[in-house]
């Protein structure tokens, strides 16, 4: 605008220079019409020059906006305060990412492409004897133990997925010092760790900071379990009890090794430091049960099913709570128990009656009741949904399930799997009507272990929901 201003006034003095040549006299007239007119010109750039001078920024300011993009704005200062909630455990987060960098360039066999979809639940899981644990979790020392539950108390407030990956991370932590914890009191040989688990846990105003830390991440679904046990693993250092199970005790029948029975306890009122180590107990048998239940035909051990027993307490309002959260933690620790006898991603379920076996439910029709009433938990629709897409697997995949002749694994494949996918599908949608959210809560959590870099599980659920 000020250039087309100075442009206007050069015309207007050329104009009044050419009218002054032409004079007959010689001499110019300073009076003449044409620096009348670059005075008014002049008066109206000095009236009305700031306004044009403040328009003119405010569109330089929305052509900025326009190319920087407020959403842009918004991430950015989302990721400042993602950066600052993590700047205490930066040293570690380096180690984590130098360990993730150096595992991910050792070569490893890369398998031909499934042909159905959710190729990654029939790949066969590898698993050890004992579980391993990352280096980095040997050098987090006291102040990096503080770091963490600081960093977890803000980290509270995020839900994007480079929030998710530093909570991970930050669990992995945990779940890491407690199993070395374990470990090594149970081989009877130092820790290893750089912090003092026991010293740092008899710290008063530390063991209140963390049970606070954990008591709000116990309220979420996907770190509930790690929380949960963590908190206990604390608490019973704090109070000096032992950390390691007794192993049960073993006898040779003819050259074959096999467990003592030991009569299995009462179930438990409520989930309590104490009551965790049976629940996670029961859960392993139940597991081997339900093994032996798909393989024989024989019924498990009734002592051992406690999810019947769970399930039928959320009948009453009194004892429903607390019963939902042992039959999650139940179930959790049983489909990892499953994963360490079958060492496949998929459920061992043949047939609809092992689902419903695993789901603690006589009949199709109770568990219809207990989604139109509520009362479904994360874990439980995590494994319907889980028996639903494993029906789309390959079918190379759904024989290590049936563990048959080709054949007749092949006439079981098609007589169960289309009842399975029927009923499973039938309860999912009825799930969407009556509680998206926590379906959509479990669909995460599913996608996050199943398919994390793709989306899959998440894509094709929200397919079927339609």
């Given at each position: 605008?000020?250039?087309?201003?100075?442009?206007?006034m050069?015309?207007l003095?050329?104009?009044?220079?050419?009218?002054?040549?032409?004079?007959?006299?010689?001499?110019?007239?300073?009076n003449?019409?044409?620096?009348?007119?670059?005075?008014?010109?002049?008066?109206?750039?000095?009236?009305?020059?700031?306004?044009?001078?403040?328009?003119?920024?405010g569109?330089?300011?929305?052509?900025?906006?326009?190319?920087?993009?407020?959403?842009?704005?918004?991430?950015?200062?989302?990721?400042?305060?993602?950066?600052?909630a993590?700047?205490?455990?930066?040293?570690?987060?380096?180690?984590?990412?130098?360990?993730?960098e150096a595992?991910?360039?050792?070569?490893?066999?890369?398998?031909?492409a499934?042909?159905?979809?959710?190729?990654?639940?029939?790949?066969?899981?590898?698993?050890?004897?004992?579980?391993?644990?990352?280096?980095?979790?040997?050098?987090?020392?006291?102040?990096?133990l503080?770091?963490?539950?600081?960093?977890?108390?803000?980290?509270?407030?995020?839900?994007d997925?480079?929030a998710?990956?530093?909570?991970?991370?930050?669990f992995?932590?945990?779940?890491?010092?407690?199993?070395?914890?374990?470990?090594?009191?149970?081989?009877?040989?130092?820790?290893?760790?750089?912090?003092?688990?026991?010293?740092?846990?008899?710290?008063?105003?530390?063991?209140?900071?963390?049970?606070?830390?954990?008591?709000?991440?116990?309220?979420?679904?996907?770190?509930?379990?790690?929380?949960?046990?963590?908190l206990?693993?604390?608490?019973s250092?704090?109070?000096?009890?032992?950390?390691?199970?007794?192993?049960?005790a073993?006898v040779?029948?003819?050259?074959?090794?096999?467990?003592?029975?030991?009569?299995?306890p009462?179930?438990?009122?409520?989930?309590?430091?104490?009551?965790?180590a049976?629940?996670?107990?029961?859960?392993?048998?139940?597991?081997r049960?339900?093994?032996?239940?798909?393989?024989?035909?024989?019924?498990?051990e009734?002592?051992?099913?406690?999810?019947?027993?769970?399930?039928?307490?959320?009948?009453?309002?009194?004892?429903?709570?607390?019963?939902?959260?042992?039959?999650s933690?139940?179930?959790?620790?049983?489909?990892?128990a499953?994963?360490?006898?079958?060492?496949?991603?998929?459920?061992?379920?043949?047939?609809?009656?092992?689902?419903?076996?695993?789901?603690?439910?006589?009949?199709?029709?109770?568990?219809h009741?207990?989604?139109?009433?509520?009362?479904?938990?994360?874990?439980e629709?995590?494994?319907?949904?889980k028996?639903?897409?494993?029906?789309?697997?390959?079918?190379?995949?759904?024989?290590?399930?049936?563990?048959?002749?080709?054949?007749?694994?092949?006439?079981?494949?098609?007589?169960?799997?289309?009842?399975?996918?029927r009923?499973?599908l039938?309860?999912?949608?009825q799930?969407?009507q009556?509680?998206?959210?926590?379906?959509?809560?479990?669909?995460?959590?599913?996608?996050?272990?199943?398919?994390?870099?793709?989306?899959?599980?998440?894509?094709?659920?929200?397919?079927?929901?339609?």
């Amino acid at each position: 605008m000020l250039a087309a201003a100075g442009l206007m006034m050069l015309a207007l003095a050329t104009m009044a220079g050419g009218q002054t040549s032409t004079d007959d006299d010689g001499f110019p007239d300073i009076n003449r019409r044409g620096f009348e007119q670059i005075d008014r010109i002049e008066q109206t750039l000095r009236r009305y020059g700031r306004i044009f001078l403040w328009v003119g920024a405010g569109l330089t300011g929305l052509v900025i906006l326009k190319m920087i993009g407020p959403v842009q704005l918004y991430y950015g200062a989302q990721e400042g305060r993602l950066r600052r909630a993590v700047n205490g455990v930066d040293e570690l987060l380096k180690r984590i990412q130098k360990e993730a960098e150096a595992t991910s360039d050792t070569p490893k066999e890369e398998t031909a492409a499934e042909s159905g979809v959710l190729a990654g639940m029939s790949e066969i899981a590898e698993f050890e004897q004992t579980e391993q644990v990352p280096s980095y979790v040997l050098t987090v020392n006291d102040l990096m133990l503080d770091n963490i539950g600081t960093a977890l108390r803000k980290l509270l407030r995020f839900r994007d997925a480079n929030a998710e990956k530093y909570q991970d991370n930050m669990f992995t932590v945990l779940q890491g010092i407690k199993t070395i914890t374990e470990q090594s009191a149970e081989g009877g040989v130092p820790s290893g760790l750089a912090v003092d688990i026991r010293e740092y846990c008899k710290d008063e105003r530390r063991y209140k900071t963390w049970k606070k830390v954990l008591g709000r991440w116990a309220r979420r679904s996907k770190h509930q379990e790690t929380a949960d046990t963590f908190l206990v693993f604390m608490k019973s250092v704090r109070e000096g009890r032992p950390l390691s199970a007794p192993k049960p005790a073993t006898v040779s029948l003819e050259d074959t090794a096999v467990t003592a029975a030991v009569e299995a306890p009462a179930i438990p009122e409520v989930l309590t430091e104490e009551t965790l180590a049976a629940l996670q107990k029961a859960a392993a048998e139940e597991a081997r049960n339900l093994c032996a239940l798909i393989e024989t035909g024989a019924q498990p051990e009734k002592a051992a099913a406690w999810q019947f027993e769970l399930v039928h307490r959320q009948q009453q309002i009194r004892t429903r709570d607390e019963a939902q959260r042992m039959l999650s933690v139940f179930l959790n620790c049983e489909r990892k128990a499953l994963q360490e006898i079958t060492r496949i991603k998929m459920l061992p379920c043949r047939t609809w009656p092992h689902v419903l076996h695993l789901l603690g439910v006589a009949d199709t029709a109770q568990l219809h009741r207990r989604v139109a009433d509520r009362l479904l938990t994360t874990q439980e629709i995590v494994i319907l949904e889980k028996v639903f897409l494993q029906t789309f697997a390959r079918r190379e995949s759904l024989v290590r399930i049936y563990k048959r002749p080709e054949q007749e694994a092949g006439l079981m494949i098609d007589v169960h799997i289309p009842e399975i996918r029927r009923e499973a599908l039938a309860l999912l949608r009825q799930l969407h009507q009556t509680e998206p959210g926590p379906l959509d809560t479990a669909t995460d959590a599913l996608n996050e272990e199943e398919t994390p870099r793709n989306g899959q599980v998440k894509k094709i659920v929200e397919h079927y929901m339609k």
